[in-house]
């Protein structure tokens, strides 16, 4: 398969940092609501809030997840870097598969469930456990997620374990 040019490489890896820019500051964005916006008043308030978590999560984070995914598949596939032929490129497409899921088994369900129960319930979903355990669970998903992603952008500057991963 041919290759990109240098300059095919650089499009490529500015497309790529816009959709990590993405990713990441949705991920940031939304803990940051989650964590820090105060107590909800009414249940229309917080019917609102759960909505805008998923507004957040439908138009940022996914399509930056996504964007990664499709130009870490072209940077991997039409450069010089391959998918495997270094560890911290290898650490990075596992990291990057495993979040996605992690976002689509794990946090995605959380946050959507949310509007359901604080439309049905007000604010006396506050008292849900099923809704409680859901936030909990969006607040550890969504740290262990910025940090996941915090550890892939410091490999792809550092590139420690240069070494290539030797072949089979």
């Not at 399509?63 to 130009?71: E, K, N, Q, S, Y």
């Not at 911290?88 to 899921?101: G, N, S």
């Not at 604080?118 to 006396?124: R, V, W």
Request: proline fraction near 5%; charge should be positive; aromatic fraction near 12%.
């Amino acid at each position: 398969m041919k290759k990109f040019g240098k300059t095919g490489q650089k499009v490529l890896k500015a497309v790529h940092l816009l959709m990590a820019g993405l990713w990441i500051g949705g991920a940031v964005g939304l803990n940051l609501m989650i964590i820090l916006l105060g107590p909800a008043t009414s249940g229309e308030e917080l019917f609102g809030y759960n909505m805008s978590v998923i507004l957040v999560d439908d138009l940022v984070i996914i399509p930056g997840a996504m964007g990664c995914l499709v130009t870490g598949l072209l940077i991997s596939g039409l450069t010089p870097w391959g998918f495997f032929k270094h560890r911290w490129v290898a650490i990075k497409w596992l990291l990057t598969v495993f979040c996605i899921i992690f976002g689509i088994v794990v946090l995605g369900p959380t946050v959507n469930d949310q509007p359901q129960y604080s439309q049905e319930y007000g604010l006396q979903a506050l008292n849900n456990p099923e809704y409680m355990a859901n936030y909990f669970y969006s607040i550890l998903g969504g740290i262990f997620q910025m940090l996941a992603l915090s550890f892939m952008v410091i490999i792809s500057v550092f590139k420690p374990w240069r070494k290539s991963v030797p072949a089979a």
